[in-house]
């Protein structure tokens, strides 16, 4: 699989991915990094694993229309079959949805199609739920909408911040992003109809 991510942030799904394919847990290779913010942490990790990074800054394109099309074109560029949304914290558009039809994938810190959207650990605390977790789906249109891959859930824990359990679902984040992407990939390449 030749995969390239879209990231804004920290960057550790993209690490746990890296790991994956190093410890043969995933066949595949991360061609680019494609990241929206100059200050992200991702494009460091992306640098210590000679990954290429490739800089949109959204405030430089006039509308996420032509922002996309700079990134289906670098994708593309890249030789790019399969797109990982890895912290991507822009919403797409049909464009790029198209583009990787059924090869676009993201990751949500929820049990969806409970709490799309931003902090959604904190709406997970708000709403009292006892089950957190994490869920890799393909990606529509609607934020955090789509078939769903795979979940993981873990326990609220009384007393938990969000940063406690926002780290307790990470370790789960981590763990199925690979293998989710292994399985849509599998599913992908096994279809008869
Ligand atoms: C993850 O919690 C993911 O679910 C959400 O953004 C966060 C990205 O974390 N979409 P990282 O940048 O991979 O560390």
Partial sequence: LKLGILASGNGSNFEAIMDAIEDSRLNAKVNVVVCNNPG????????????????????????????????????VQHDVGWVI?????????QHLIDAFSGRLLN???SLLPSF??????????????????????YVELAVDSGP???QAAVPVL???TEASLQSRIQ??????????IALAAHAHFTKTS
């Fill in 107 to 109: 990751i949500h810190p």
């Fill in 148 to 150: 769903i891959i795979m």
């Fill in 40 to 75: 992200a942490n991702v494009l460091e990790r992306a640098a210590k694993w000679s990954i290429p990074t490739v800089l949109l800054n959204h405030r430089e394109f006039a509308s996420r229309e032509v922002l996309d099309q700079a990134i289906v074109d670098t994708l």
């Fill in 171 to 180: 370790v789960q984040e981590h763990r199925i992003y690979p293998a989710a």
């Fill in 158 to 160: 009384a007393g938990d």
């Fill in 116 to 137: 799309p959207g931003l902090h959604a650990v904190q709406q997970a605390l708000d709403a009292g739920v006892q089950l957190a977790g994490c869920t890799v789906h």
């Fill in 85 to 93: 949304m890895a912290g991507w914290m822009r919403r797409v558009t």
